[in-house]
């Protein structure tokens, strides 16, 4: 008895929660509730219990982008009622004023933004149309009493034609890149090779004017420098045998004189 009698005459709203009371004879005459437990009038008041909790939910949308690209884009927020409006958002939407509304106006919002960009626009300025969305989705659910705490985009992607056409693209600067090198590649070598000819160049006038003046001694200390150069080569090789100058000599180390006389 004592359990039909609490039921009838008091309620209880759990953390989280708010009561809107409604009153079957003045009907427009609602109060929200707070947390706990509370007395109400039977057969005359009744508690309808809203959450007001931060909730998530994804909307998903396929809409077409300035330059006619089909993109699918994935929209996350979290929703929850305007807590001294509980009254008219239960009055004008029920208890799934979120199912109602918040779809619908997130795929309105989302054509309408992503139809002002065309699809690169939308990959390099991803933040910023990302804040648009969020901006404008609030601005919009306030109409309807919802506050929106987060707003941000999960998933962006496009059909397969823009996709193999993005990498058709960069292949293509790829290669005009590999070309910019070479060419820069084949000027530095060109210019190297001129500085080279231009000292090789200079180069020789020097030696012809050294040797104008002074006549062949520079080419005779050359000439010395580079048969010393060939001696100390030579001297370290094993199998190589060392033979006097003059005709005589020559013909006695290797044995030739007597084959000669013959």
């Known amino acids: 008895m004592a359990g039909v009698l609490q039921e009838f005459f008091l309620y209880d ?46 909307i998903h949308s396929v809409t077409g982008t300035k330059d006619l690209q089909m993109v699918n884009i994935s929209l996350r927020f ?26 619908s106006l997130g795929n309105d919002v989302l054509k309408g933004i992503v139809a002002q960009y065309n699809a690169e626009e939308l990959l390099s300025k991803r933040e910023f149309v990302a804040k648009e969305i969020k901006s404008t989705l609030i601005e919009r659910a ?10 941000s ?23 005009a890149e590999t070309q910019v090198y070479v060419v820069a590649k084949a000027d ?12 090789e160049a200079e ?20 000439r010395i420098d580079t048969a010393k150069d060939v001696a100390a080569i030579l001297a370290k090789g094993r199998n190589v045998t060392y033979l006097p100058n003059g005709e005589q000599g020559s013909n006695m180390l290797l044995g030739l004189g007597s084959a000669g006389q013959s």
């Open 153 to 175: 985009i999960t998933h962006l992607t496009f059909g397969k034609e823009f996709a193999k056409a993005i990498e058709n693209k960069q292949v293509a600067q790829q290669e």
């Open 188 to 199: 530095q070598e060109r210019n190297a090779a001129i500085i080279r000819a231009e000292g």
């Open 13 to 58: 709203v759990d953390a989280g929660t708010r009561a809107v009371l409604f009153n079957k004879l003045s009907r427009q005459e609602m109060k929200v509730v707070g947390e706990g437990t509370h007395l109400k009038v039977p057969f005359f008041e009744v508690p309808i219990i809203m959450d007001i909790r931060s909730r998530p939910r994804s």
């Open 203 to 222: 180069a020789a006038g020097l030696i012809s004017k050294a040797m104008a003046t002074a006549g062949t001694g520079l080419i005779e200390v050359r």
């Open 78 to 103: 979290l929703s929850r009622p305007l807590e001294d409006k509980l009254p008219m958002i239960y009055s004008t939407l029920g208890t799934d004023f979120d199912e109602k509304v918040l779809p």
């Open 142 to 151: 306030k109409k309807f009493n919802i506050i929106l705490d987060d707003v």
